[in-house]
């Protein structure tokens, strides 16, 4: 073979690779490759190991912990524990990732660094990595060479793609550092919308958890972490619940837990122990709902408040918002300006009030059953004799909890 002749094929290798892909299936493979690592994250690190709540049959868990090794570099242990210390430590300056105590632009551009500077914390892997795979092919081969996986991708891509296929690599890997490290623990604790009012900054990016397999619903999956289900609105997608309700047909997935669905006895008058009982379980939905009819009273005011106060349009702004925050969160100049709202409106007042005393039934972890119960109903009588419209329709709706 004449060198001219050499030179045509390794240029033509360089360009095209073992299996010459066309562009577009270039980025068909890409977006799938991609695209099973999110799925990998979302459904073995994530519900599985961080949170335990699903179990995965040995196929599917050894897969994924091997398709994590060969396209991030992840250890189980490491993202497991530092995920756990997150929860623990959520936006304190103990959290490994927070925006809140280190800045969204940290975050965004420094997830990653930030990430393996706390993998390096002992302390936090002995207290938070337990439970995670300890094996002889974890302690010999995925822990212990974890560059390697990466490394032997960087030569596969390249033999199987050519020079594109360096490329292909370098999105492979910016890819959870930008989707998980950057929008989730960013984005997600600085900029979306909240359906429950948890005790932490946590949003829900989009409402279609589809790029990112689920994990942009970050405020349902705060307010209940071991929830396998990640989306609780009918408008909601989660594409990695659909993952695992799937492998559970298969047999490869038992689903331990999810996130309580409020169920309603439309007929039911009297609050009982299990009306008790449903509102403790359902308190998120209850507070996200009572939270509603807040927004509500506020809007029935809101003409009073113009006419007669004649109070400025972005203190009723303001105030609105803060009228539907936990009460436990507002700071002091918060609560001043409620106060101040408040000498205009004694309907807004007993609305928040009525919040304040209804969150404190689930914190009184002293008193008995019966003295609970005697409370609810207390709360719920005088709601109902409070002549405010919007506290009437919560009230009777809380004594329909089944």
Known sequence: MSFSNILHSVLEFLNTGLIGLSGWEVVLYTLVVTHITIASVTIYLHRHQAHRALELHAIPSHFFRFWLWLTTGQVTK???AIHRKHHAKCDTEEDPHSPVTRGIKKVLLEGAELYRAESKNLETMAKYGHGTPDDWIERNLYTK???FGVAALLVINFVLFGVIGITIWAIQMLWIPITAAGIINGLGHWWGYRNYDCSDAATNVFPWG??????ELHNN???HATSAKLSSKWYEIDLGWGYIRALEMLGLAKVKKVAPEPKFAKDKVVADLETLQSVITNRY???AKYAKSVKHAFREELDHLKDKAQLEKRFLK???KLLQREPGKLELVHKQQLIELFKHSKALETMHQMRVELGAIWERSHSTRDQLLQQLQDWCARAEASGIKSLQEFSLRLRSYA
Request: aromatic share 14%; glycine share 10%; hydrophobic share 40%.
């Open 78 to 80: 490491e993202w497991a």
């Open 145 to 147: 060479y974890s560059w």
């Open 210 to 215: 589809i790029l990112i397999g689920g994990e």
């Open 221 to 223: 999956h705060h307010t």
């Open 285 to 287: 939905d209850v507070m």
């Open 318 to 320: 303001s105030s609105r």
